[in-house]
């Protein structure tokens, strides 16, 4: 006998686990493209394809494209009015699901013998044919949690899966990948990565493609806009941002966490490499370190509500620090280590990145609400809503900082002596270099670098939410309750982690 569906008042299905599954399923997809960017690509361009001296400039000149990539395809995808047989935003991901699986193996073309003005096409070609794919991906994936129930609780419960989705669409990468793409001798193996990118732009496919089948619109995309609204003037609206306090100050808090997490990471893939020589565990300590935010997510619902969004987030980053400054034992001599001999400190910085963890997985899980609320201040100082506006100028500086952290990084490590694991000999032809010929003394001068690039993460993160956020949650209340809206909304507007 075949089973009935249970269907809503409007004909839908009934909301359940079923779309929660598949939501967490899109960000799945989504992160396990983008941490494989984020953890390969500066290894796989200056250690195998020998752009050591171009990476830093190029990856803030595509930084910033990726910056203003986001509103130019949003914009696209509102424009669009044509009738799709289930939903425009389910046809964006779909399109966007194929061209990842092409895109991202773009990211990664092994042709370490081509000339310096042909890697550089390559590269820059690459990346901005996979942002493009991702972004049609990704943007309107984020839209679609306000379609698929406009249930509060509903709402909360997919927010939680997409944390879910996130975490293990970073794992993926973090964890699988180091035991494939290192050859013997530590170096990095091209055209396996390259391999595993095709893969792992495949398994995106798949868990689109469950999304798409498994999702429900319940909640109408047709907005009526009325004729008699005041005319948008943009910079007007930019000078409301910075005038807005708990904008500037969350947008500083996120940057200084991109920047210093960013650039740290870019430092800590080397630093398996040549100081703990092991880079195949870096991904399974990473998966360690999360444990706290997953530990965490669950019990930032109530958090929020007895303490307040601001202070919680402050507190996160006192612990951010708190780790940051643990790891400066071994660097500064506190605990004496010797090349061959760092298992000791191999433990303490597992310990600080557990304490960090803990710190980022306090302030992640608010941080988009935060701004939500910055955009209800900027409404009962000025009069205007302008979330548009608000939202885009702080993506548009959250993803510059995601370039400038590893250019500064690696800008650092040229100066500290980082050589190309690749280079031609006198004849011409190709030859790597082991990264072991790299000097103790650079392994911990590494060392030190990435504690300093977390320290400054964490000190970003506190002069943002401390010095300049200015909704504690006696002055939230205050503005909800002159703007009229529900004090509770606290508890339904915390997010999921940031990836």
Request: glycine share 8%.
């Amino acid at each position: 006998m075949k089973k009935v569906q249970k269907t809503d008042a409007n004909g839908h299905r009934k909301f359940g686990i079923r779309d929660s599954l598949a939501y967490a399923a899109g960000d799945l997809g989504c992160n396990m493209s983008f941490a494989l960017k984020g953890t390969i690509m500066p290894l796989f361009w200056t250690q195998v394809m020998g752009l050591s001296a171009w990476y830093s400039l190029l990856i803030v000149i595509l930084q910033f494209w990726d910056a203003i990539n986001d509103p130019l395809i949003g914009s696209i995808v509102d424009a669009d009015k044509r009738k799709y047989k289930r939903n425009k935003f389910l046809q964006y991901i779909w399109a966007g699901s194929i061209g990842l699986i092409i895109g991202g193996a773009c990211c990664f073309l092994p042709f370490p013998n081509a000339p310096e003005w042909a890697k550089i096409i390559i590269f820059m070609a690459g990346y901005i044919i996979w942002d493009a794919f991702y972004t049609v991906a990704n943007v309107p994936y984020g839209s679609l949690l306000s379609l698929i129930s406009n249930d509060p609780a509903d709402r909360a419960s997919l927010s939680a899966w997409r944390s879910i989705g996130s975490i293990f669409g970073n794992m993926l990468p973090m964890v699988i990948l180091p035991f494939l793409v290192y050859n013997p001798d530590k170096s990095l193996n091209g055209p396996m990565v390259f391999v595993a990118a095709l893969v792992m732009g495949g398994l995106g496919f798949i868990c689109f493609q469950f999304m798409i089948k498994n999702t429900e619109i319940r909640v109408d995309t047709e907005i009526s806009v009325s004729e008699e609204q005041p005319k948008f003037n943009v910079f007007k609206a930019m000078g409301n941002f910075l005038k807005n306090r708990p904008a500037v100050g969350a947008t500083l808090a996120a940057m200084g966490m991109f920047i210093g997490m960013q650039g740290a990471n870019t430092a800590v893939s080397v630093t398996f490499q040549i100081y703990f020589e092991n880079p195949q565990i870096s991904g399974l300590i990473s998966m360690f370190a999360m444990l706290p935010i997953v530990i965490f997510t669950p019990l930032a619902r109530k958090m929020v509500v007895k303490y307040g969004k601001k202070e919680l987030s402050l507190i996160g980053s006192v612990f951010y620090i708190i780790g940051a400054v643990v790891l400066f034992a071994a660097p500064l001599g506190i605990i004496p280590v010797s090349q061959g001999n760092v298992a000791v400190d191999l433990v303490l910085y597992v310990v600080a990145q557990l304490i960090m963890s803990l710190g980022l997985g306090i302030y992640s899980t608010v941080s988009w609400a935060m701004m939500g609320d910055a955009i209800d201040y900027n409404e009962w100082k000025t009069g205007a809503r302008e979330e548009g506006v608000v939202y885009s100028l702080h993506s548009f500086f959250r993803k510059l900082a995601q370039g400038i952290g590893p250019a500064v990084a690696l800008t650092i490590m040229q100066g500290m002596g980082y050589v190309n694991n690749a280079k031609p000999d006198a004849n011409g032809n190709f030859t790597e270099i082991d990264v072991s010929l790299l000097s103790w003394d650079f392994a911990v001068d590494l060392r030190f670098l990435v504690a300093v690039l977390f320290l400054i993460a964490g000190v970003m993160l506190f002069v943002g939410l401390g010095l300049i956020y200015n909704l504690d949650k006696k002055t939230l209340a205050k503005m909800n309750k002159e703007l009229g809206r529900d004090e509770v909304k606290a508890a339904d507007t915390v997010s999921a982690p940031q990836a």
